[in-house]
T-cell receptor, first 114, second 116 residues
Framework: KAGVTQTPRYLIKTRGQQVTLSCSPI?????VSWYQQTPGQGLQFLFE???????NKGNFPGRFSGRQFSNSRSEMNVSTLELGDSALYLC?????????????FGDGTRLSIL | AQSVTQPDIHITVSEGASLELRCNYS??????LFWYVQSPGQGLQLLLK??????LVQGIKGFEAEFKRSQSSFNLRKPSVHWSDAAEYFC??????????????FGTGTQLKVEL
């Protein structure tokens, strides 16, 4: 069974640009969550999608958004990029998003802002 | 609010020695606890999980963890460390959210170095 796939693996952008990251969950998984990992703040929850609906959102500005498609694939968008957005963005999937269902992570997209 | 504390930022052990990584959590209800491992340039790999029942849980790669409610701890152990175990280890607790899903709250991680 294929794992969670994130594309691209690396991105370099400049301040003010926008970026879209993609995540394909494990087959059959319907919940997709996004996390940001930085050396200073660690791993922080961005948002969670289930059945094409954002169910939950972390404490991030509105520049961070996402969506989920009918096949459960998800995209995350960051607009008006800032230097502080440089991070590893991790996507995780689980069956239905219940706390007893482990989240399986992809290898992440490393975003660097110049 | 729930939180996870990993008191050790760095740990160095010799190959073949035993290992214990500490994790303390703060959560009002019965916790759903996890240990993940992250190698450089990679995502998080699930090592093991605890939901209920037996307080000693077995995971992959020879790891085990013991849940102690009285101490609010969920320490990770391995009897004999291999050089390939060098990585960063994260303890996490799942929090139910009002929207119906859940989110993981992670500790700050413990960087494990293995000396040959």
């Amino acid at each position: 069974k294929a794992g969670v796939t994130q594309t691209p693996r690396y991105l370099i952008k400049t301040r003010g640009q926008q970026v879209t990251l993609s995540c394909s969950p494990i087959s059959g998984h319907r919940s997709v969550s996004w996390y940001q990992q930085t050396p200073g703040q660690g791993l922080q929850f961005l948002f969670e999608y289930f059945s094409e609906t954002q169910r939950n959102k972390g404490n991030f500005p509105g520049r961070f958004s996402g969506r989920q498609f009918s096949n459960s694939r998800s995209e995350m968008n960051v607009s008006t990029l800032e230097l502080g957005d440089s991070a590893l963005y991790l996507c995780a999937s689980s069956l239905f998003g219940g706390p007893g269902q482990p989240q399986h992570f992809g290898d992440g997209t490393r975003l660097s802002i110049l | 609010a729930q939180s996870v504390t990993q008191p050790d930022i760095h740990i160095t052990v010799s190959e073949g020695a035993s290992l214990e990584l500490r994790c303390n959590y703060s959560y009002g209800a019965t916790p759903y606890l996890f240990w993940y491992v992250q190698s450089p340039g990679q995502g998080l790999q699930l090592l093991l999980k605890y939901f209920s029942g037996d307080t000693l849980v077995q995971g992959i790669k020879g790891f085990e963890a013991e849940f102690k409610r009285s101490q609010s701890s969920f320490n990770l152990r391995k009897p004999s460390v291999h050089w390939s175990d060098a990585a960063e280890y994260f303890c996490a607790v799942a929090q139910l959210l009002t929207g119906g899903g859940n989110k993981l709250t992670f500790g700050t991680g413990t960087q494990l170095k293995v000396e040959l």
